[in-house]
């Protein structure tokens, strides 16, 4: 019997016959075709290009267009003129010699032994006085000489110092005259402690300026006493810096509505113009006024102490006047009311009615009757008489002699203080140039520069006369201009990471991809070279 299919359903499972299933065949990995060789050469040519373009053209402009133009300053010159080797200040003073009563031998021998005398007294090499025959019919601004000592017979030695002129007179015994063959006299001593005693302050002065700068020891004098340096030093604090000109405001302030108006202009052109004509050839001036009416002080007491002085400016309620077109401001208040300052002393009265107040101005209290309306010039007279003693201390000016001389000492005392420091603010510079060499340095720094070393050589040759005050100015004028350049002093604060940060975000997306392409063109450049040598030692090999 035959076997029968089985039908055929949709639901059955047919069951079959699995075959053991064969591998598929391995495919191997499919290169891409060899590049050709002018393919090779063209993406070379082209990663080639543009590191051309970079090197070539990138590199030069930004070069061009970031470098930091520095000026070249005479640095070493600079830090000589402010360690004090380049200039060693010397201040040679001529002293005027008038004896007509004397022979010229006579005159000649005790000109002679009055130098002498002076050098053996003069501890300060730096300060020299030279003695000169002057002649009676020139005074002392026509021999150039900084003071004239008359000689005149009398029955003792005497010396007065003329109050209005650079004038020393000296009167002498007839005996007193030396011989010819004297190698010392009495009368040239006497002559010469006059003339140390006479500029012994502007000695000091110099010496306290030079030994508080860097000066080589062999240039500084001897040591000052502590009492002078300390004298010297509230000087120059109370003093105010030196400026071409000065703004003098006078202010009137009352604590009611009377006084209203004072008659200034007046006051001043009697009682200080003189003053100011005599100061012209070393400040200016520029003068304005104003009257404030019921200014309250800040201390209501009667008797003021020596504590309420510093609190006595109510500055909130004060309109004092700025200073005009930058000269410094000094103060002169005439304040109107009935407070007076207490005396040191408890026995004594108290009868003082102004200060001083250093580098700002002065206080003057006026008492007045109540129904004083207007303020007249003489009411004015001590007040103003007050301003001009406190304006001579707030210059500088010295303390001893008659004022023709003290002008004179103030002209070489401002000489040699402008001169050391414009040689300070070169050796600033120098040292500036050189801690921060990014910095700019335009070219009109560098031409201050050598405007100001010459004008400090100037200065330096001629510190005895007014010409050394012209040219120390403008070379104190030329250094600050320098120093304070506008372009170089913002690049102080723009350190190197600022730098980084800005170029950073711009040139890492570019360089990138011309570093990564340059890397990968030398690998395959040293690949395709070492596969050329492994077929030339195949061939050689068969």
Same mark, same amino acid.
């Given at each position: 019997m035959s076997a029968q299919p089985l039908p055929s359903n949709d639901n059955d499972v047919s069951i079959a016959t699995i075959a053991p299933k064969q591998e598929a065949p391995t495919l191997s990995k499919k290169l891409p075709p060899p590049e050709k060789p002018s393919d090779v050469r063209r993406r070379s040519h082209v990663i080639l290009s543009f590191?051309?373009?970079?090197?070539?053209?990138?590199?030069?402009?930004?070069?061009?267009?970031?470098?930091?133009?520095?000026?070249?300053?005479?640095?070493?010159?600079?830090?000589?003129?402010?360690?004090?080797?380049?200039?060693?200040p010397v201040f040679p003073l001529r002293i005027s010699i008038q004896a007509t009563s004397l022979q010229d031998q006579e005159a000649q021998n005790l000109l002679r032994l009055t130098q002498h005398a002076l050098d053996d007294l003069n501890d300060f090499a730096g300060h020299h006085l030279r003695l000169q025959m002057g002649d009676e019919k020139q005074d002392s601004a026509d021999n150039g000489s900084a003071l004239t000592i008359r000689l005149t017979p009398g029955e003792g030695t005497t010396a007065t110092l003329d109050p209005y002129e650079p004038i020393l007179d000296i009167t002498?015994?007839?005996?007193?005259?030396?011989?010819? #063959?004297? !190698?010392?006299?009495?009368?040239?001593?006497?002559?010469? &402690?006059?003339?140390?005693? *006479?500029?012994? =302050? /502007?000695?000091?002065?110099?010496?306290?300026?030079?030994?508080?700068?860097?000066?080589?020891?062999?240039?500084?004098?001897?040591?000052l006493s502590p009492e002078?340096?300390?004298?010297?030093?509230?000087?120059?604090?109370?003093?105010?810096?030196?400026?071409?000109?000065?703004?003098? #405001?006078? !202010?009137?302030?009352?604590?009611?509505?009377?006084?209203? &108006?004072?008659?200034?202009? *007046?006051?001043? =052109? /009697?009682?200080?113009?003189?003053?100011?004509?005599?100061?012209?050839?070393?400040?200016?001036?520029?003068?304005?006024?104003?009257v404030q009416l019921y200014a309250s002080p800040g201390v209501q007491n009667q008797v003021l102490n020596k504590e309420d002085l510093s609190s006595f400016i109510n500055a909130a309620e004060w309109p004092l006047s700025p200073s005009i077109g930058g000269a410094p401001t000094i103060?002169?208040?005439?304040?109107?009311?009935?407070?007076?300052?207490?005396?040191?002393?408890?026995e004594a009265a108290p009868t003082s009615h102004s200060w001083l107040i250093p580098q700002w101005g002065t206080v003057f209290l006026l008492s007045l009757p109540g129904d004083t309306t207007h303020v007249a010039a003489?009411?004015?007279?001590?007040?103003?008489?007050?301003?001009?003693?406190h304006l001579l201390s707030l210059t500088g000016t010295p303390e001893s002699g008659s004022l023709p001389l003290r002008l004179s000492t103030l002209a070489r005392i401002r000489s040699?203080?402008?001169?050391?420091?414009?040689?300070?603010?070169?050796?600033?510079?120098?040292?500036?140039?050189?801690?921060?060499?990014?910095?700019?340095?335009?070219?009109?720094?560098?031409?201050?520069?050598?405007?100001?070393?010459?004008?400090?050589?100037?200065a330096c040759d001629n510190l005895g006369g007014t010409e050394g005050l012209t040219h120390s100015r403008i070379a104190e004028a030329e250094a600050e201009r320098a120093f304070f350049e506008k372009s170089m002093v913002g690049q102080l604060y723009f350190p190197d990471e600022h730098k980084i940060a800005v170029y950073l975000p711009l040139l890492g997306p570019v360089a990138v991809p011309l570093v990564m392409g340059l890397i990968n063109e030398i690998k395959a450049w040293r690949k395709r070279r070492r596969e050329r040598a492994e077929k030339g030692a195949e061939k050689k090999g068969e």
């Open positions: 590191w051309l373009i970079v090197l070539l053209l990138g590199l030069p402009i930004w070069w061009k267009t970031t470098t930091i133009y520095r000026a070249d300053l005479p640095l070493e010159d600079m830090l000589e003129w402010a360690d004090g080797k380049a200039c060693r002498y015994p007839q005996n007193t005259i030396p011989s010819p #063959t004297a !190698s010392s006299s009495a009368l040239a001593t006497y002559i010469a &402690s006059q003339l140390r005693t *006479t500029f012994a =302050e /502007e000695q000091a002065t110099i010496s306290y300026l030079l030994s508080t700068n860097s000066m080589p020891s062999e240039h500084r004098p001897l040591g002078t340096a300390e004298a010297l030093a509230k000087r120059t604090t109370r003093s105010l810096k030196y400026a071409p000109t000065y703004h003098l #405001t006078f !202010s009137l302030f009352t604590s009611g509505p009377l006084p209203s &108006s004072w008659d200034i202009e *007046t006051a001043i =052109e /009697e009682y200080m113009k003189p003053v100011l004509d005599v100061l012209s050839p070393i400040h200016n001036f520029t003068i304005d006024t104003q103060n002169f208040i005439v304040f109107v009311g009935n407070q007076t300052i207490a005396s040191p002393s408890q003489a009411t004015l007279k001590q007040p103003l008489l007050t301003f001009t003693s040699a203080d402008l001169l050391l420091r414009a040689s300070s603010t070169l050796g600033s510079l120098a040292r500036l140039a050189m801690a921060l060499p990014s910095i700019s340095i335009p070219s009109s720094v560098a031409d201050g520069v050598t405007k100001t070393m010459s004008h400090l050589r100037l």
